[in-house]
């Protein structure tokens, strides 16, 4: 079974604060596990909800349009 992350760890992964992590799992923004009142993460959950939110480039580059 992989490692759960706390919303401390999942903070500085993400370079947020921790008060911007339980917003989110307030608002079911974010995959999160409830374990009584506490809060985890499983990673590779958070791997997938990052690569969908990744925005591709363009594949041509204009300069003026």
Do not use: C, D, N
Not at 28 to 56: C, D, M, N, T
């Amino acid at each position: 079974m992989e490692k759960l992350l706390t919303v401390e760890e999942l903070s500085k992964i993400l370079q947020v604060r921790q008060s911007t992590v339980y917003k989110w799992v307030h608002y079911q923004y974010i995959p999160h596990v409830k374990i009584g009142s506490l809060v985890r993460f499983r990673s590779a959950k958070i791997e997938r909800w990052i690569e969908q939110r990744a925005k591709k480039g363009r594949k041509t580059y204009k300069l003026y349009p």
